[in-house]
């Protein structure tokens, strides 16, 4: 199983960005997707998974997925420098937890 996240960047305080992680290889069922963070000398942290979204992205962040696409989104908006990590999307397949390589988003103010 692979996962590949794509849509980090560099943007400005207040703007958007959306973060796409599709799923591929020997997948019979995704049991759940979602998308963590790491900011420099920080611990990996949850950012939204299902409809738990954590404290610091609810009402900015919104998660969705394609099933049919075996894909998970993250739309943030009126992001803010504290935003800035490497985000990764995780998935459970069969009880087992998969890891993208992450993409770093950057917010300036």
Wanted: proline share 2%.
């Amino acid at each position: 199983v692979q996962l590949q996240a794509s849509g980090g960047g560099l943007v400005q305080a207040g703007g958007s960005l959306r973060l796409s992680c599709a799923a591929s290889g020997s997948i019979f069922s995704i049991d759940g997707m979602g998308w963590y963070r790491q900011a420099p000398g920080k611990q990996r942290e949850l950012v939204a998974s299902n409809t738990n979204y954590a404290d610091s992205v609810k009402g900015r962040f919104t998660i969705s997925r394609d099933n049919d696409k075996n894909t998970v989104y993250l739309q943030m908006n009126s992001l803010k420098p504290e935003d800035t990590a490497v985000y990764y999307c995780s998935a459970i397949i069969l009880s087992r937890r998969y890891w993208g390589k992450g993409t770093l988003v950057t917010v300036s103010s």
